[in-house]
């Protein structure tokens, strides 16, 4: 039996609907795809955060991914180090250098768990990383988004992509115990 034109147009329109459908879905799976893994390697960041509050550095940690493997860790130690520049950002980086054998970490994603400072977004950016993926914002020293925005500068050579508040409670929630224990000490004394 022929199809009319009528019929032949209706049949196409159903397919190219069945087709955008697909693709719908397959990126709403990457999508939360993308999510877990955010969420998994956000956790790693948060088990470096801890590691520097042990050694009694305010907690922030930093891993950086580049094909679903940590490649560089950090966590603060500016006391520890006597080092202004020992944020945990500029550590992973370093050592995410290392690992690569190259200063541009292109392809990675790096993880931390409070918002950059000015010195660490403009390594992230100086490094080429090109996504970040955030937990905590800083409102009083936050420079991808909180005070100024870095990091999507369109002025700059290199933009990157951000995602805030990963975990964003549980990263807050590791400062602020920190800070709390801080005073009670300081109360006791």
Request: with cysteine; hydrophobic share 35%.
């Amino acid at each position: 039996m022929k199809m009319t034109r009528q019929e032949r147009y209706e049949q196409r329109q159903q397919l190219k609907a069945q087709r955008e459908e697909a693709a719908r879905i397959a990126a709403e799976e990457e999508k939360q795809k993308q999510e877990r893994q955010d969420i998994r390697f956000m956790r790693q960041a948060i088990t470096q955060a801890k590691r520097a509050s042990r050694i009694g550095e305010v907690p922030i940690g930093c891993v950086i991914v580049r094909d679903g493997k940590v490649i560089g860790r950090g966590c603060n130690r500016r006391n520890t180090d006597r080092n202004p520049l020992a944020h945990a950002e500029i550590t992973a980086i370093r050592r995410a250098s290392k690992a690569l054998g190259d200063w541009r970490l292109e392809n990675c994603t790096l993880y931390v768990t409070l918002e950059p400072c000015q010195m660490c977004a403009g390594a992230i950016v100086q490094a080429r990383i090109p996504r970040v993926v955030m937990g905590a914002m800083n409102p009083k020293a936050g420079c991808a988004g909180s005070i100024v925005n870095l990091l999507e500068m369109k002025e700059f050579n290199h933009q990157v992509e951000v995602v805030r508040g990963v975990c964003g409670q549980e990263c807050s929630q590791v400062l602020s115990g920190f800070f709390l224990g801080l005073r009670k000490n300081k109360e006791q004394k």
